[in-house]
């Protein structure tokens, strides 16, 4: 199973990136799903998350800025990142609650995309 992100980059302060993150592999079914984000040297925070029901969780530094999505289809998370502020620069990871067969579930996380917000 892997967890692919992508939609990183650079923009101006005020700009909008979107982050996707798509898991593929051979799996039964994903629980929550989720945005994290880490600058070096701190831990990793919880920006966002949303449950297969698509009710939905927000870091305060998110809410009214960022809105978090998913396609079931495509197990497939999003990120939709309005007002960009210089403060939002870090890498910012996605992570997925996978199940397998027998109701095991593990937790895997994306390889990380850099968002950075130009003054």
């Known amino acids: 199973v892997q967890l692919q992100a992508s939609g990183g980059g650079l923009v101006q302060a005020g700009g909008s990136l979107r982050l996707s993150c798509a898991a593929s592999?051979?799996?039964?079914?994903?629980?929550?799903m989720g945005w994290y984000r880490q600058a070096p040297g701190k831990q990793r925070e919880l920006v966002a998350a949303i449950t297969s029901g698509g009710s939905t969780n927000y870091a305060d530094s998110a809410k009214g800025r960022f809105t978090i999505s998913r396609d079931n289809a495509k197990n497939t998370v999003y990120l939709q990142m309005n007002s960009l502020k210089p403060e939002d620069t870090d890498v910012y990871y996605c992570n997925a609650d996978i199940g397998f067969p027998g109701s095991y579930y593990y937790d895997y996380w994306g390889q990380g995309t850099l968002v950075t917000v130009s003054s």
């Open positions: 592999g051979s799996f039964f079914s994903i629980r929550d």
